[in-house]
T-cell receptor
């Protein structure tokens, strides 16, 4: 069965430091992968998505993610975090069915001043 | 700006009341979804709809029903609200196809007392 694993429930990073949030998926074919961000008390916003082609994808707010098929991973990165990046981040995969996403459990990002 | 609108940001209801949560999208999306989000449990799918008057149960449909009489509107109904239905409710919509991802509303924080 398809699944998405975000191994870190919480991550704490100092403001200005680099960030990497991990996402591993279990899926047999070419995955369609997404990262979403949820600010406190808000809905989810799409950061970026990967379907094919260049394995390094750029998103909004200065985020990028790299697809690594050999590791079944789609990790989210940012070179320098800002206090406004404090939020919960969700990884998702679109399997064979054409409209349902499978979600990771989320990683809460805490920014230290 | 395209969007998904949830009728209430905060709602307080009494145990046993019938509760309606409304969601409207202006993107002509075929698919609409209702999730609930609780700390530590991530996003859990309650119901979804892939067409007008069509509905499918998600992972946790018990105690809920839905209605989709028009393409743009998807209502979640709590037939008899209970305290364990206190949660954040998120509505989302999408086109059919693996590459589209979802657009989310801002959420409704429901408290049942």
């Amino acid at each position: 069965a398809q699944s998405v694993t975000q191994p870190d429930i919480h991550i704490t990073v100092s403001e200005g430091a680099s960030l990497e949030l991990r996402c591993n998926y279990s899926y047999g074919a070419t995955p369609y992968l997404f990262w979403y961000v949820q600010s406190p008390g808000q809905g989810l916003q799409l950061l970026l998505k990967y379907f094919s082609g260049d394995t390094l994808v750029q998103g909004i707010k200065g985020f990028e993610a790299e697809f690594k098929r050999s590791q079944s991973s789609f990790n989210l990165r940012k070179p320098s975090v800002h206090w406004s990046d404090a939020a919960e981040y969700f990884c998702a995969v679109a399997p064979d069915s054409n409209y349902q996403l499978i979600w990771g459990a989320g990683t809460k990002l805490i920014i230290k001043p | 700006d395209v969007k998904v609108t949830q009728s209430s940001r905060y709602l307080v209801k009494r145990t046993g009341e019938k509760v309606f949560l409304e969601c409207v999208q202006d993107m002509d999306h075929e698919n609409m979804f209702w999730y609930r989000q609780d700390p530590g449990l991530g996003l859990r799918l309650i119901y979804f709809s892939y067409d007008v008057k069509m509905k499918e149960k998600g992972d946790i449909p018990e105690g809920y029903s839905v209605s989709r009489e028009k393409k743009e509107r998807f209502s979640l109904i709590l037939e008899s609200a209970s305290t364990n239905q206190t949660s954040m409710y998120l509505c989302a919509s999408s086109f059919t196809g693996r590459n589209y991802g979802y657009t989310f509303g801002s959420g409704t924080r429901l408290t049942v007392v």
